[in-house]
């Protein structure tokens, strides 16, 4: 399996028709090779003139922890090239960044999941260079959670930085696929360039196992916790912990109050159906930073990295479901957190994130299972007939 940035990297008039051109990089911690090298490094030893460097949310050296902090722009690093941010008083290439290159090369790693916000960046990026009139080519990498897709369609109203075009919460597609999707969708006239990966099979090995693992942003260390992410991203909506400030981020779900064994017995008498393809134990955390600092709390932690996960884990109906019990098991607790979230002050974190007001009041309402099926099988149809043209692998 070769990843796009190697493709174009062997591909002799692909790079000779780049030389003499004014490029500018997106690039992350993850942005490597199969043998961990920098890609922007390799194509500067290919004789490329890479005149500036783009980072997206958690900055350039994917170094910034959580949701709004921001990374300055940085013109002394990386070999006296200018690293720009595009998570800082912009998420949106200006005319000092736009000016200073031909053809923009985005070789970042994504997790396949709508809320990640390197999703939005690149439909950002689409529109603001065909604005003027920018190349740009998109050097595509794995998708590690696959093919399959859960959650809920972006519904107009909610749309935000972690939601900016109607598709899935869990979309299945590469970014490549997302770009020319989106391309599509809003008919832009934009030369768009795909470098596709060579022997990649998403259905059979979603995050092929010669590949290293480097987490693209800090809290997702491990491929299981990006596994997990489409479900346990609700949480970031909720006053509970997801397990930021521990080695397990985005896998454990806790609070000093939770009632683990109460859920679990519920889980798995009424809801046993979702737990297939994964396994579910009680355990105890105390993060050293983020939600309940220093304090004991009781956790569910989800395991996939067994011989019972398969892409047919769905970790948005999982989550959906234990928020439910949560909230029938502690009442009076105050399940939501408030604004802000991702630069929107008024609407609930939990509707950006699941894209639809539907989870929230489902799960304050205690909603009958079929009406959140009913909801995740509509949408999903709908998801699957706009995707279907525009998928490469």
């Known amino acids: 399996m070769i990843l796009g940035c190697e493709a174009l990297l062997a ?7 780049l ?26 030893k290919k004789g490329l003139s890479i005149n500036l460097l783009i980072g997206l949310q958690h900055g350039f050296e994917g170094d910034k922890q959580d949701n709004m902090i921001e990374t300055p722009h940085d013109i002394k690093k990386n070999q006296s090239i200018p690293v720009y941010s595009l998570y800082s008083k912009t998420r949106r290439l200006n005319k000092e960044m736009l000016n200073q290159f031909d053809v923009l ?12 916000t390197y999703l939005t960046s690149l439909f950002y990026i689409l529109e603001d260079c065909e604005k ?37 919460l869990k979309h299945g597609l590469t970014l490549a696929e997302a770009a020319l999707w989106y391309k599509n969708l809003k008919s832009l006239k934009i030369n768009l360039v795909v470098i596709k990966m060579l022997n990649y099979y998403i259905d059979k090995e979603p995050w092929p196992k010669h590949l290293s693992w480097i987490n693209p942003s800090p809290n997702l260390p491990r491929l299981s916790s990006t596994i997990i992410y489409p479900g346990s991203v609700l949480i970031e909506g909720t006053t509970l912990s997801e397990g930021r400030g521990t080695t397990r981020p985005l896998e454990i779900i ?3 109050y939770l009632n683990t064994q109460k859920i679990l017995e519920i889980l798995k008498k009424d809801f046993l ?34 011989k019972t996960y398969t ?7 999982l989550m959906s479901v234990i928020l439910k019990i949560i909230k029938t098991v502690h009442p009076k ?8 979230y991702e630069y929107e002050y008024k609407k609930m974190p939990i509707d950006l994130i699941s894209g639809s007001y539907f989870l929230r009041e489902w799960v304050d309402s205690g909603g009958h299972n079929n009406a959140l099926e009913d909801q995740l099988k509509k949408d999903k149809e709908i998801w699957l007939k706009s995707r279907k043209d525009f998928l490469l692998y």
């Open 11 to 17: 591909d002799n008039k692909k790079i000779e028709s």
């Open 19 to 44: 030389k003499g051109k004014k490029i500018a990089m997106v690039v992350g911690p993850a942005s490597v090779d199969s043998n961990l090298q920098s890609s922007f490094k390799l194509f500067l």
């Open 105 to 116: 090369l985005f070789d970042i790693q994504d997790v396949g999941c709508r809320i990640y």
């Open 132 to 168: 003027e009139n920018k190349e740009v080519w998109v050097l595509d990498r794995p998708n590690p959670v696959g093919r399959e897709v859960e959650g809920f369609l972006l519904q107009k109203e909610l749309t935000s930085f972690v939601g900016a075009a109607p598709i899935l």
């Open 254 to 256: 806790g609070a000093p």
């Open 273 to 306: 159906k979702y737990t297939k393809h994964c396994i579910i134990r009680e355990m105890n955390f105390e993060p050293c930073f983020h939600k309940f600092k220093t304090e004991s709390c009781k956790a569910l932690q989800i395991h996939v990295d067994n």
């Open 311 to 317: 892409q047919d884990f769905n970790a948005f109906s």
């Open 333 to 340: 607790k105050d399940l939501w957190s408030k604004p802000p």
